[in-house]
């Protein structure tokens, strides 16, 4: 079984998904990406729905309100795919399983596909975590037997836990030396109850009495109750009697009857029928002979009439060879016309061609002789590739050279055009000194406005000057006044000096005001401005003179550009057209051996070099048209031989059988019609011999018959000692009169029997009878009332004893007595049914110990030393030591003692142990849900190739969180549930 395809309508958090599944595929997903939902998916999809009442997550929709879905599988077997749906509606939700013929079944035929295999079951083998047997260390052989039976038969520990139970139960129950189980404390009891009633029992002396009256009354009823049946009985046989007595007085009539017809008793069985049927039989069978006779006059008639030919007969296998062979004498005839036709067709195709190549030859001789050989094929390929490329060359060159003139005359006419721009040498040096002048004066200017800005500084300085001082003055006090304060005597002395200089500072700035130098910077200004003409004519000048300058040396520099590329055009022309001269060159010697290879396959001369190619394959075409003429030829005249061969045979043939011959055809037709009659007459005769032996051998059979018909009348009339046929049949007819009155005798008999016979023979009239009958009726009566008072004593008795038993400690002793016993009998059942169970599994799971264990055992060993890196080699499961391991040095590890990750390995290998043993019952998918979180690089890269060989015919969904144990699995799906499940939800 392999699951194909998921389709959830809705489940937990995933609605509308549809999930392809390979083979072998891993699912991977981080933390909440779906990875446990899409596991109880599937489970529930099997299995049903968790009710409520589990502890097993429903995974119902919060936003909608679809739940449920369907599985594709694929199955083994006639019922190839089939699709499980499930959706919502009883606890575990309604299931439909579809075929692909379109049959439809429910649950019952699941639960029939998985071989009964439930949820617990699948998910404690098929799809399982770490969490199952992490605790490997702990387990003894028994306990791992145990484990694996109760996981082979219901895939849980349910067996295991219940045998506790019973082992438990038994216990609280009984036990040997035990006094708090219930069975040794009722026990005690009982024995106590047992005591006291023999003390109670010896006390009640009254109760002996009755209870030996009570059994004398019951003993005297069962002998009244057995007279009571015999006269019951007597009395019915009487009544029958007197119903009966007309059937009596006819029984005895007829028994007198059949002792008179006692002499016709010896008759044949059913002699009068059987004489009958003889008497037509043999009147019959004196019929047929006749018929037969003529018939057997008539087919030896028929059998003269179609006695076959001899000379037929001698040539027969020769004629139907013959014939036989025309068939293909008839496909020579039709090759040869074919071949006629084909050759006609081919000859003017070569013809055609040899018109449309124009070549010189004269026979067709001389089209084959036509080298056209590999290396001739090469050699015409390689001289158009030549001849090509050397055209493609020339076209390029001669392209490229219209190119390069082109650019040529553009660079010449931009050129021509910078030159029609430029001004003559002495206008440029003119306009050169001219904006020499003008530099002059912008020099002049920017020297007037620094030393405005100087004029402008030495103003400002002189009240900066006067402020400085005083601001120094202030400071100095201020300093003065704060070593005094602190008396620091050095620091306010130097306070005060700094002051007396500030005061003198200000005073001398005061007389000094830089008169002479801001008025020597004036009159330098106003000489410099005395040379200046206007300052906005000057300005527009200036700018006229500087961009007409900058224009001119733009275009002297784009003319010098221009002069080196046409320079550089100049070149590239030369080069090309050297270039193309050498081309030129090359195709005037390309064109001598294009009419050399002309020449050599008998083409014109004037044949351009294009259709060389063309002309070259349709000459190929030619000579393999001119092959398959001469073949055809050849085979013309084979066919013509083999015809006049069959001629000659087929002529003398028929003339030994005096047939005439006059075509082949017509004397086939005729030959045909011989051998046809031939084979119908002798069919006819062979036939008539055989229906001739067959009435010959009838004949012999009717006469047989007609000789035992009369043997057996013979024989019926002399066991009745008769010879005539009237006397025969009279003896009959008493015969069966005798058989008739005997009938109904027996019938009599048995409706009377023995009895009702024998009580008849007493009586001789109706009305004795009917007197007896009458006294044995007053004599049932009475014992009747003897008995019912016998009933009534024995009621007063029962009531005496009964008031005894309620009136003494005897009857409660009694009652708390049997009470006891009664619940020890059912507690000792209870306590034999658990004993019982407990040992049929004890020796079940012996027999699994015996038979599966160590298959189960040698797998896991094989499995854990490929896990392991053959690490450790062998393992061992003791009844009273855990499990352990030796490796390959012979060294032994209690399970104990190995890493987290080792254990996991031994428990894989057990688990995958026993998924290999139950295979064949159940093909099911292995589901692993991060199951190398603890393994290393190594060891998780042997699991998957593990995975990946030993169980490539098996179905396996690995679930995980991990990038680089996902990515590790070579031959397997991958998938994404973060990325292809968001585009399969979108998509949907």
């Known amino acids: 079984m392999k699951i194909v395809e998921l389709h959830i309508y809705g489940y937990g958090k995933l609605e509308n998904v549809t999930i392809h599944i390979n083979n072998h595929q891993v699912l991977y997903g981080q933390n909440e990406a779906g990875k446990t939902t899409l596991m109880s998916f599937i489970h529930s999809m099997l299995f049903g729905f968790p009710t409520k009442q589990q502890s097993i997550s429903r995974y119902e929709p919060k936003n909608h309100s679809k739940y449920g879905g369907k599985l594709v599988m694929e199955l083994e077997g006639s019922d190839g795919e089939v699709i499980v749906e499930r959706v919502k509606g009883k606890a575990t939700g309604d299931v439909t399983v579809m075929f692909h013929d379109g049959r439809i079944e429910g649950e019952e035929y699941l639960t029939t596909l998985l071989n009964g295999m439930d949820r617990l079951t699948f998910e404690n083998i098929f799809s399982f975590n770490l969490n199952g ?32 139970t019973w082992e438990k139960e038994q216990s609280q129950l009984f036990k040997k030396s035990g006094k708090k189980p219930e069975i040794n404390q009722l026990i005690h009891e009982l024995r106590v109850e047992e005591k006291a009633l023999k003390v109670a029992k010896d006390k009640n002396q009254e109760y002996k009495p009755l209870q030996d009256d009570k059994q004398r009354i019951i003993a005297e009823n069962k002998q009244l109750e057995g007279n009571l049946e015999k006269l019951e009985e007597n009395l019915i046989q009487h009544k029958e009697l007197v119903q009966a007595w007309d059937l009596y007085q006819e029984y005895y009539v007829l028994k007198e009857k059949l002792e008179r017809l006692k002499e016709y008793e010896s008759f044949p ?59 293909h004498v008839v496909s ?122 100087q004029i402008r500084i030495l103003e400002g300085q002189k009240s900066s000057s006067s402020l400085i001082p005083v601001l120094f003055f202030t400071l100095s006090i201020s300093v003065g006044v704060w070593g005094m304060l602190q008396r620091d005597w050095f620091l306010s002395i130097i306070g005060c000096v700094t002051a007396i200089l500030s ?40 700018v006229h003179i500087e961009n007409t300058f900058e224009e001119q040396v733009r ?15 100049n070149e590239i022309c030369g080069e090309i057209s050297k270039e193309r001269e050498s081309l030129d060159s090359s195709l005037n010697q390309s064109s001598f051996k294009i009419i050399q290879v002309l020449n050599s396959l008998n083409l014109p001369r004037n044949l351009h070099w294009t259709m060389l190619d063309e002309a070259y394959r349709k000459i190929k075409d030619l000579i393999k048209k001119c092959e398959q003429y001469k073949q055809l ?9 083999k015809l006049e061969e069959f001629q000659a045979d087929c002529k003398l043939l028929v003339e030994s059988v005096d047939v005439t011959y006059t075509s082949i055809s017509e004397t086939v037709i005729r030959i045909k019609d011989i051998l046809y009659k031939h084979k119908e007459n002798q069919l006819a005769y062979s036939q008539y011999v055989v229906e001739l032996s067959e009435v010959e051998e009838t004949i012999q059979q009717n006469t047989t018959n007609l000789n035992s018909i009369l043997r057996d009348i013979k024989n019926l009339k002399e066991s009745v000692e008769v010879v005539d046929d009237e006397a025969f049949l009279s003896y009959g007819k008493a015969h069966e009169q005798y058989v008739t009155v005997k009938d109904r005798v027996l019938l009599l008999y048995q409706q009377l029997g023995e009895r009702i016979l024998f009580l008849g023979e007493k009586y001789e009239e109706k009305s004795e009878i009917q007197l007896q009958l009458h006294q044995l009726q007053q004599s049932l009566q009475e014992y009747k009332n003897k008995l019912k008072n016998n009933q009534e004593h024995l009621a007063e008795i029962q009531y005496k004893m009964d008031r005894l038993e309620e009136g003494t400690e005897y009857t409660k002793q009694l009652y708390r007595y049997y009470e006891k016993k009664e619940e020890l009998n059912a507690l000792a059942k209870r306590w034999a049914t658990f004993a019982i169970a407990q040992k049929s599994l004890q020796k079940t799971i012996e027999h699994y110990k015996r038979d599966r264990l160590p298959t189960v055992i040698k797998n896991a060993e094989y499995y854990f030393s490929i896990l392991t890196r053959e690490r450790y080699t062998s393992i061992f499961v003791y009844e009273e030591n855990e499990i352990q391991v030796r490796d390959k040095n012979g060294q032994l590890f ?39 979180v603890n393994f290393d690089i190594e060891r998780a890269t042997s699991f998957i190739q593990l995975l990946e060989t030993e169980f490539k015919d098996q179905q396996f969904l690995f679930f995980t969180c991990h990038e680089h144990i996902a990515t590790a699995f070579k031959q397997s799906g991958f998938l994404n549930l973060e990325t292809d499940l968001l585009k399969s939800v979108a998509v949907n």
């Open 133 to 164: 047997l992490q605790d490997i260390h702990r387990i003894r052989e028994e306990d791992l037997n145990r484990f694996l039976f109760s996981a082979g038969s219901t895939g849980a520990d349910t067996l295991l836990a219940l045998e506790d």
């Open 269 to 327: 069985s059913n002699g009068l029928n059987r004489y009958k049927t003889l008497i037509e039989r043999r009147n019959n069978c004196q019929l047929g002979l006749e018929t037969l006779q003529k018939k057997h006059q008539s087919l030896k008639e028929k059998c003269n009439a179609f006695t076959p030919n001899s000379l037929i007969v001698d040539k027969y296998s020769t004629l139907e060879s013959l014939v036989s062979n025309y068939s």
């Open 332 to 453: 020579w005839q039709e090759r040869l016309a074919d071949i006629s036709r084909r050759l006609s067709h081919t000859e003017e195709q070569i013809n055609d061609s040899i018109r449309e190549l124009d070549l010189s030859i004269k026979s067709y001789e001389d089209i084959i002789s036509i080298d056209t050989s590999m290396v001739k094929s090469e050699e015409v390929k390689t001289l158009l590739d030549q001849r090509l490329q050397l055209e493609h060359q020339v076209e390029q060159v001669r392209k490229s050279e219209k190119i390069e003139i082109v650019k040529l005359q553009k660079l010449e006419e931009k050129c021509s055009g910078v030159e029609r721009e430029l001004l003559e040498e002495g206008e440029f040096q003119s306009l050169v000194k001219k904006k020499k002048q003008l530099e002059e004066q912008q020099k002049k200017s920017e020297k007037i406005e620094w030393l405005t800005n």
């Open 503 to 542: 005061i003198f500072q200000f005073l001398r700035n005061r007389q000094n005001k830089n008169h002479s130098l801001i008025q020597s910077l004036r009159q330098e200004v106003a000489s410099i401005q005395s040379d200046f003409v206007d300052e906005a004519e000057r300005e527009r000048e200036f």
């Open 555 to 569: 275009l002297r520099e784009e003319w010098k550009h221009w002069i080196v590329k046409i320079e550089e055009a």
């Open 633 to 641: 030829h050849n085979e013309k005249v084979f066919f013509e031989e």
């Open 894 to 932: 209690k399970s104990n003692e190995l890493s987290q990750g080792t254990k996991e390995q031994l428990y894989l290998s057990f688990r995958l142990a026993l998924v290999r043993f139950m295979k064949k019952r159940f093909p099911l998918p292995i589901i692993i849900d991060d199951g190398l």
